[in-house]
């Protein structure tokens, strides 16, 4: 009988939920919100993202990179938040999910073009994180001279780019021999 | 010796020295059967043992006939490794389905051609596992289960009954079989693992990633930051909390005080919340990587927790009292499903089950790990080995519980939570150990190449619990067995449906989950009769 007694303390305990929605608390890892504008299409998200809800796929045809996330498999952790560079990706409060008949709906994907390289021709980085890097250098606040030095092998592909290390290094060897 | 086996891991070695190996993990903590009767706490250890096994011809003694905790770990290494145990005496399949084809073992490292596919298999030609029967005159067997897969472990169950009393029991379980094991191997890093660690269980997720993230530690000798090990120690008890409040109610709920039940969920509400300010996330999950701790807790969130916490504690209190008080409570409980406490030294049980037996075994003391060498706490044992005195003991650790997270939040320490993880020596292994709220988690890995697992042994706390649960059956009447499997704290929907086998007459009647549930509850018409 003493627990009809503590039953009847508190009245009532349940919420009327969809009309008066749950509050959360103030770091609640919530459904990872994607902002377009921000994001560099870099794929450090895509790395650590431990269900692959995250994917980066390059789409040659049409010259661009799609981001994807794929809210089905996404378990909250917050890793991308973590390690996104420009904040692109951060977790709201936001925990309602859920569509009708059409599990697509619970994607969301973003397109960035993508970069030509300038030696070989193929693609290789988005744009975006180029001109991100370039910015970055720019703002350091080192001489001409040295940011061009960085910047050299910017606009070509890691493939042409360690082809040239090479014939550098080649070159550089011979003259030595010599 | 007063050595209790924790796990035995089946490895194939083959690309490393050309041999399987078999390693056996032992608590050395002393025998224990008395009080006081244990080893001084510098003294207790693990130990691996470890056998090399011929690849060309893989048989190995058996140590069950010895060691009887030893049998469902032979059965599933003979299923996952084809090792042969030789003088086992259970020779049946234990983790494998009835039809999985004879000759593949899963965990050897070439026993599937990823790039094939297979063809969905005809489940109608599924052979019958086979019970082991007890030979007498007039005995029924009672089917329990094994539908409806809603929580970690469905399991089938099969009751031999004289009457209304159960004289024997047979069980098939793993029918949940998801393979974990292998899906690490070579492919999952050490930041990744520790979230597929927490999928293994939906109540003690944390314990087995903090398991698994100190068998990488452990190996390295790395020196996780003390913060760091303070809040998994919260977050660990946070987690015995809403398991054992859970389990509280359950009991009461199958004795059929349901008002108990809804209450004690109430307050295990306040604990998911706990969880929410520490997390972030109603689960204490996402929290751990190699290193430290992902999320530190700050002070406004520290006050949170210590408020939500006396609440806890006063509603506790107050409710387990009103559970406690109701003569039908304690009627329904004593006495019943008692594991003899020399069952239990031959059989390795864990947690709950084995204090309730009057064993003081508790990793938290017996193997200090994390922030628990700092802060001071009891370990309740019950004497009885009922079902009482399991529910008893899990009351006493909700409170212990709530006075080791309230000594962690007071004395812990400032600094970093989280250091650079170091590089793991190739075909290195080390366990990792913590106890879950059902006992302890043992973690055995064999790391491998580029930084990756080669091996990983899980062995949750409820595989050592199994095999004694035969023991426990026996005497008690139909309507206490689910009562019974619930006090080990595994999952309920097991006995969701119910077919009563007469031998004698070649009947068969299939009864409801409800009727069955019913029936345990109120005690009259039975759903045995006609």
């Given at each position: ?178 | ?205 944390f ?19 003390l913060r760091a090990r303070a809040i998994r120690t919260i977050c660990l008890e946070t987690e015995r909390l809403h398991s054992h409040l ?21 307050i295990r509400?306040h604990t998911m919340e706990m969880a929410q300010v520490l997390t972030?996330?109603?689960?204490t ?8 701790v992902?999320?530190d807790i700050t002070d406004v969130e520290r006050r949170e927790m210590l408020k939500i916490m006396a609440k806890v504690e006063v509603d506790f209190k107050e409710?387990l ?41 508790d990793?938290r003391y017996?193997?200090p790990?994390d922030w628990y060498k700092n802060v001071e706490f009891k370990v309740p ?13 899990r009351a006493d650790e909700v409170l212990e519980s709530i006075s080791i997270i309230r000594q962690c939040l007071e004395i812990m320490p400032a ?20 106890e879950?709220p ?93």
């Amino acid at each position: 009988m003493k627990i009809l007694e503590f039953a009847k303390k508190e009245k009532m305990v349940t919420n009327n939920f969809p009309v008066v929605p749950y509050e959360v608390t103030d770091g609640f890892r919530g459904k990872p919100e994607y902002d377009y504008e921000k994001c560099l299409g870099c794929g450090a998200c895509v790395t650590v993202c431990p269900p692959n809800a995250l994917s980066l796929k390059k789409d040659e045809e049409r010259g661009v990179s799609v981001w994807k996330i794929d809210y089905n498999r996404c378990i909250f952790c917050g890793r991308c938040d973590e390690v996104c560079p420009t904040g692109a990706i951060t977790l709201s409060k936001e925990y309602v999910m859920c569509v009708l008949f059409d599990k697509e709906d619970l994607t969301v994907t973003g397109e960035m073009k993508l970069k030509r390289c300038e030696k070989c021709n193929s693609y290789y980085s988005t744009e975006r994180l180029v001109n991100y890097v370039s910015d970055k250098l720019a703002s350091t606040g080192w001489d001409k001279s040295m940011i061009e030095e960085k910047t050299k092998h910017l606009n070509i592909c890691p493939v042409c780019r360690r082809e040239e290390a090479i014939d550098n290094y080649v070159n550089q060897m011979t003259k030595r021999g010599k | 010796m007063g050595g209790w086996l924790s796990t035995m891991a089946a490895n194939d070695e083959r690309e490393i020295n050309g041999n399987y190996a078999v390693y056996y993990v032992l608590s050395m903590e002393g025998n224990k059967m008395e009080e006081g009767d244990e080893l001084p706490p510098e003294e207790k250890c693990w130990m691996t043992v470890k056998a090399l096994i011929p690849a060309h011809d893989p048989v190995y003694p058996s140590v069950a006939r010895k060691v009887p905790a030893a049998v469902w770990y032979e059965r599933e290494a003979r299923d996952m490794m084809g090792l042969v145990a030789e003088g086992l005496p259970d020779q049946r399949r234990l983790s494998l389905s009835d039809d999985f084809p004879e000759g593949i073992y899963p965990l050897r490292k070439d026993s599937i051609d990823y790039r094939e596919k297979f063809a969905p298999y005809d489940v109608d030609s599924e052979p019958d596992y086979e019970f082991l029967y007890p030979e007498s005159e007039g005995v029924m067997d009672v089917p329990l289960g094994p539908t409806h897969i809603t929580s970690d472990e469905p399991g089938h169950f099969r009751l031999f009954v004289d009457g209304e009393t159960i004289i024997d029991a047979d069980y098939k379980l793993f029918y949940v079989h998801r393979g974990i094991e292998k899906i690490a191997e070579n492919r999952l890093d050490y930041d990744q693992m520790a979230f597929i660690a927490e999928r293994i269980c939906g109540i003690c997720g944390f314990a087995h990633a903090v398991s698994c993230i100190e068998s990488s530690e452990n190996v390295t000798g790395l020196e996780v930051p003390l913060r760091a090990r303070a809040i998994r120690t919260i977050c660990l008890e946070t987690e015995r909390l809403h398991s054992h409040l859970l389990n509280i109610g359950l009991a009461s709920e199958f004795t059929g005080n349901v008002t108990a039940f809804l209450q004690m969920f109430k307050i295990r509400e306040h604990t998911m919340e706990m969880a929410q300010v520490l997390t972030g996330g109603r689960k204490t999950y996402g929290m751990i990587l190699t290193g430290g701790v992902r999320r530190d807790i700050t002070d406004v969130e520290r006050r949170e927790m210590l408020k939500i916490m006396a609440k806890v504690e006063v509603d506790f209190k107050e409710c387990l009292e009103g559970i406690i008080d109701s003569p039908n409570f304690l009627k329904r409980l004593k006495g019943i499903g008692i594991l003899d406490k020399k069952v239990a030294r031959d059989f390795s049980p864990v947690g709950p089950t084995v204090r309730g037996s009057g064993f003081k075994r508790d990793a938290r003391y017996d193997h200090p790990f994390d922030w628990y060498k700092n802060v001071e706490f009891k370990v309740p044992t019950y004497n009885d080995g009922d079902v009482l005195s399991r529910v008893l003991v899990r009351a006493d650790e909700v409170l212990e519980s709530i006075s080791i997270i309230r000594q962690c939040l007071e004395i812990m320490p400032a600094g970093p939570i989280m250091v650079k993880k170091p590089f793991v020596e190739p075909f290195s292994h080390c366990v990792g150990y913590v106890e879950a709220p059902r006992g302890e988690d043992i973690h055995w890995t064999m790391h491998g190449n580029a930084q990756k697992v080669h091996r990983w042994r899980v062995r949750a706390s409820t595989y050592n619990n199994w095999p004694s649960l035969r023991f426990q059956f026996r005497g008690n009447s139909v309507a206490d067995a689910p009562l019974i499997v619930g006090s080990l704290d595994p999952c309920y929907s097991c006995s969701e449906r119910v077919t009563v086998v007469d031998v004698k007459k070649q009947k068969s009647k299939i009864i409801q989950m409800e009727d069955l549930k019913k029936y345990a509850i109120t005690r009259k018409d039975s759903p045995l009769k006609n």
